[in-house]
T-cell receptor
Framework: GAVVSQHPSRVICKSGTSVKIECRSLDFQATTMFWYRQFPKQSLMLMAT?????????EQGVEKDKFLINHASLTLSTLTVTSAHPEDSSFYICSASKSSGVRGYNEQFFGPGTRLTVL | GDSVTQMEGPVTLSEEAFLTINCTYT??????LFWYVQYPGEGLQLLLK?????DKGSNKGFEATYRKETTSFHLEKGSVQVSDSAVYFCALSDRWEGYQKVTFGTGTKLQVIP
């Protein structure tokens, strides 16, 4: 159990277009979903955290209007990169969290990632 | 704020060699600690975890012990295989303003040669 999928796995788009990435928890209900960005040979940087039905909480330095997050249900979150530019090219990874029953500990399950290339 | 420091790579080992990847952390609360592995072109997979001091996480021959006194969570494996070649991330999870937040280290690339 605890499988998270992302779609698409790879996308190439032209500069100025918008791209939507889906993140789904396939066999559990996720209380919280997270979006990360990974630059080549670097660690994951948390972009935002979202709970179903409420606005996402963005990390400092992340543009809310640029990276739109919608958490439509307990199994689906979407990240839309608006008016994408080459500097937005990156590996985007989502994760989903469900309560583990242990106080203060909610394990995150990661999706396989989406490679975005903006030409 | 929370932070994770792990040894820089890449680490190159011969098959069956002993592996240690160092990881230390700073946290304000009582975090859970993790090691994640990322194979080329893929997302992260949880390798092992420990949720409190002195816990030992283990999986697929890898081990790490939560050492609160030294704020460390070093990853070890007695005999590495070529298939262990990947990037390994140390991470901690702590409550931050009411929600769970995971802080990752910069990753250590491991290359195992036959």
């Amino acid at each position: 159990g605890a499988v998270v999928s992302q779609h698409p796995s790879r996308v190439i788009c032209k500069s100025g277009t918008s791209v939507k990435i889906e993140c789904r928890s396939l066999d559990f209900q996720a209380t919280t979903m997270f979006w990360y960005r990974q630059f080549p040979k670097q660690s994951l940087m948390l972009m935002a955290t979202s709970n179903e039905g409420s606005k996402a909480t963005y990390e400092q330095g992340v543009e809310k209007d640029k990276f739109l997050i919608n958490h439509a249900s307990l199994t689906l979150s979407t990240l839309t990169v608006t008016s994408a530019h080459p500097e937005d090219s990156s590996f985007y990874i989502c994760s989903a969290s469900k309560s583990s029953g242990v106080r203060g500990y909610n394990e995150q399950f990661f999706g396989p990632g989406t490679r975005l290339t903006v030409l | 704020g929370d932070s994770v420091t792990q040894m820089e790579g890449p680490v190159t080992l011969s098959e069956e060699a002993f592996l240690t990847i160092n990881c230390t952390y700073t946290a304000t609360g009582y975090p859970s600690l993790f090691w994640y592995v990322q194979y080329p072109g893929e997302g992260l997979q949880l390798l092992l975890k420990a949720t409190k001091a002195d816990d030992k996480g283990s999986n697929k021959g890898f081990e790490a012990t939560y050492r609160k006194e030294t704020t460390s969570f070093h990853l070890e494996k007695g005999s590495v295989q070529v298939s262990d070649s990947a990037v390994y991330f140390c991470a901690l999870s702590d409550r931050w303003e009411g929600y769970q937040k995971v802080t990752f280290g910069t990753g250590t690339k491991l290359q195992v040669i036959p």
